[in-house]
């Protein structure tokens, strides 16, 4: 069973960055996962930002994070970062990371679903 | 704007069966997951590939597809069942990941 554990909340200034980790257990970093991210602003759906496959490191992201959103994994901690800069109210958010698999296939980024999920982070922009 | 577009709100009585829809063009293609999320917690995922059933959740919970449209079915819902429902599969592409803008449950 797939264990993710997040860093705690966030209070940020608007126009910084926020760096979010994701630890995980073995099972999440080998050739059938990817790691993704998930944010829900207060009272609104799930909206996701993007995904990263550990050790390849080969990412996708959604276009509304196009330049904001950096996704990183280390690999000997099995750890994996979502960092999120320019930051405005809007990103106000819990941001969820979570295991993603596709089946048989070897790990992609897309068509995946996520079976295992942090606990979430709550990231706070105000001035 | 959601490439996949659920009802906003479904309400049954508690034993009665719910059932919420999810439609998308990208669905004839591709398979949907689906989401249990209650208050202040994280997303549970219910039924993935269209219609299986992960371990450990109850046997009530049953998916189908049908063209455009994949449909969540919860047989004789309880109280614990009243959570927002999320489907989830990729955009027409296949590019980006999707999630639909969700399904308040309620059972009363």
């Known amino acids: 069973q797939v264990q993710l554990v997040q860093s705690g909340a966030e209070v940020k200034k608007p126009g910084s960055s926020v760096k979010v980790s994701c630890k995980a257990s073995g099972d999440a970093f080998n050739s059938h996962s990817i790691i993704g991210w998930v944010r829900q602003a207060p009272g609104q759906g799930l909206e996701w930002m993007g995904g990263?496959?550990?050790?390849?490191?080969?990412?996708n992201h959604a276009q509304n994070f196009q330049g904001r959103v950096t996704m990183t994994t280390d690999e000997s901690t099995y750890t994996a970062y979502m960092e999120l800069s320019s930051l405005t109210s809007g990103d106000t958010a819990v941001y969820y990371c979570?295991?993603?698999?596709?089946?048989?296939?070897?790990?992609?980024?897309?068509?995946?679903?996520?079976?295992?999920w942090g606990q979430g982070t709550q990231v706070t922009v105000a001035s | 704007s959601h490439e996949l577009t659920q009802p906003p709100s479904v309400s049954v009585s508690p034993g009665q069966t719910a059932r919420i829809t999810c439609s998308g063009d990208?669905?004839?293609?591709?398979?949907a997951n689906w989401y249990q999320q209650r208050p202040g917690q994280a997303p549970v995922l219910v039924i993935y590939k269209d219609q299986e059933r992960p371990s450990g959740i109850p046997e009530r919970f049953s998916g189908s597809s049908s063209g455009t449209t994949v449909t969540l079915t919860i047989s004789g819902a309880q109280a614990e069942d009243e959570a927002d429902y999320y489907c989830?599969?990729?955009?027409?592409?296949?590019?980006?990941?999707?999630f639909g803008g969700g399904t308040k449950l309620t059972v009363l």
């Open positions: 989830q599969s990729a955009d027409s592409s296949a590019t980006f990941e999707v």
């Open positions: 990263i496959i550990p050790f390849l490191r080969t990412t």
């Open positions: 990208a669905l004839t293609r591709q398979y």
């Open positions: 979570a295991r993603g698999i596709g089946g048989p296939v070897a790990a992609r980024l897309t068509l995946n679903w996520f079976d295992s």
